[in-house]
Antibody, heavy 118, light 108 residues
Framework: QVQLVESGGGLVKPGGSLRLSCAASGFTFSDYYMSWIRQAPGKGLEWVSYISYSTSYTNYADSVKGRFTISRDNAKNSLYLQMNSLRTEDTAVYYC???????????WGQGTLVTVSS | EIVLTQSPGTLSLSPGERATLSCRASQNLSSSYLAWYQQKSGQAPRLLIYGASGRATGIPDRFIGSGSGTDFTLTISRLEPEDFAVFYCQQYDTSPITFGQGTRLEIK
């Protein structure tokens, strides 16, 4: 069955960096777009970024553009999110999602919590 | 950016009743790329409906998506106890992808 397992979350100071990882299994990873979606504590969902099958296309929310970088390694069935210049408003659970080419999130991981605080 | 407005904010119903959730877009979704997700407390969201009316794999047929243009509806024909949760709509028709603020479906 499809499994998506995020890791790399934690507590970081404002201005700091963090790299999230997502290990995928149970499907052909290179056949799917992949996305990161986040949810601040007690709030709704916010799309962050997605990446095409072969990394040729990426897209970002304006709120993270220039600070976050999405990448993938199809040989390792892994998705990544490099987060730089973190702000307190980036505090959220970050979900990795297997996505359709248009952007719908077909399967979700359980999420990893990122807390940005001094 | 396309803004999605969900209504009502909270819906209180009993098992066996019919639920109707609304999602209105600030601009026309020309390709009807509208999805619905269910999120239970402490869990990740789950895709229910894609393309406005397509049911995702394993989703019971009591979940029905409809609509086009700017007005979309998720209907749960007969509520089961496990259906109570928060529901989000998402448009992926136009970048950036956006979500509605959610509708909480609670047991009356």
């Amino acid at each position: 069955q499809v499994q998506l397992v995020e890791s790399g979350g934690g507590l970081v100071k404002p201005g700091g960096s963090l790299r999230l990882s997502c290990a995928a299994s149970g499907f052909t990873f290179s056949d799917y777009y992949m996305s990161w979606i986040r949810q601040a504590p007690g709030k709704g969902l916010e799309w962050v970024s997605y990446i095409s099958y072969s990394t040729s296309y990426t897209n970002y929310a304006d709120s993270v553009k220039g600070r976050f970088t999405i990448s993938r390694d199809n040989a390792k069935n892994s998705l990544y999110l490099q987060m730089n210049s973190l702000r307190t408003e980036d505090t959220a659970v970050y979900y990795c999602a297997r996505s359709g080419w248009a952007g719908e999130a077909i399967s979700w991981g359980q999420g990893t919590l990122v807390t940005v605080s001094s | 950016e396309i803004v999605l407005t969900q209504s009502p904010g909270t819906l209180s119903l009993s098992p066996g009743e019919r639920a109707t959730l609304s999602c209105r877009a600030s601009q026309n979704l020309s390709s009807s790329y509208l999805a619905w997700y269910q999120q239970k407390s402490g869990q990740a969201p789950r895709l229910l409906i894609y393309g406005a009316s397509g049911r995702a794999t394993g989703i019971p047929d009591r979940f029905i998506g409809s609509g086009s243009g700017t007005d979309f509806t998720l209907t749960i024909s007969r509520l089961e106890p496990e259906d109570f949760a928060v529901f989000y709509c998402q448009q992926y028709d136009t970048s950036p992808i956006t979500f509605g603020q959610g509708t909480r479906l609670e047991i009356k």
